[in-house]
């Protein structure tokens, strides 16, 4: 059972747009959603990540937006650079460190 | 700080055989997750370590498992190889467990390739 739904699947955004991805969930007991970013070859690594009692986080040009009532949280990178190319997860975890991941989205970063 | 450092990182395999993945984390974390990573099914949670003790354990068959050592670094380890064990292996540190979640740390994982 996928607990966490993620789109798009892939994604194209000019330099200096927004990127917008998103993610939805069904357990209402996760209490802690990150995003990671993911570059080939790599692991994953920690970009962001928000607890349900705040709306919105902000760090540099991520922002997390969290909406509790719909059980949704996205992530929105503004001012894409080429740079921004990877794939991004998004994850929540309930009380304890263990991770359920969404299907990832591949964003590519035109100039 | 150094981060998470996993041993190999990229083996080659037959099917039948055993093998042993190390992963050491962050210095002061105590907390070590796996994870298999595979085109079809993404990212999934293997299991997770603390204090030499598994914390949680993922959805795998029990050819699947793994330690913690008293300094916090971890070993899996898969026996019997199966051609879908094929995967990159990564390996996550946390400061911490329990009631809460804490910020984890990946590795570069280790690709296994079974043949």
């Known amino acids: 059972q996928q607990q966490v739904k993620q789109s798009p699947q892939s994604l194209i955004v000019q330099k200096g747009g927004i990127s917008i991805i998103n993610c939805a969930y069904e357990?209402?007991?996760?209490?802690?959603f990150p995003w990671y970013q993911q570059f080939p070859g790599k692991g994953p690594a920690l970009l962001i990540a928000?607890?349900?009692?705040?709306s919105e986080k902000k760090e540099g040009r991520f922002t997390i937006s969290f909406n509790k009532s719909a059980k949704q949280f996205s992530l929105h990178i503004m001012d894409s650079q080429p740079g921004d190319s990877a794939t991004y997860f998004c994850?929540?975890?309930?009380?304890?460190?263990?991770?359920?991941f969404g299907t990832g989205t591949q964003l590519k970063v035109e100039l | 700080k150094a981060g998470v450092t996993q041993t190999p990182r990229y083996l080659i395999k037959t099917r039948g055989q055993q093998v042993t993945l190390s992963c050491s984390p962050i210095?002061?974390?105590?907390?070590v997750s796996w994870y298999q990573q595979t085109p079809g099914q993404g990212l999934q949670f293997l299991f997770e370590?603390?204090?030499?003790?598994?914390?949680n354990k993922g959805n795998f068959p029990g050819r699947f498992s793994g330690r913690q050592f008293s300094n916090s670094r971890s070993e899996m380890n898969v026996s019997t190889l199966e051609l879908g064990d094929s995967a990159l292996y990564l390996c996550?540190?946390?400061?911490?467990?329990?009631?809460?979640?804490?910020?984890?740390?990946f590795g570069p994982g280790t690709r296994l390739t079974v043949t």
């Open positions: 210095s002061g974390h105590r907390s």
């Open positions: 928000i607890r349900p009692d705040v």
């Open positions: 996550a540190s946390s400061y911490n467990w329990g009631g809460d979640s804490y910020e984890q740390y």
């Open positions: 994850a929540a975890s309930r009380g304890g460190n263990k991770l359920t």
């Open positions: 357990n209402t007991a996760f209490d802690y």
């Open positions: 370590y603390f204090s030499e003790t598994q914390r």
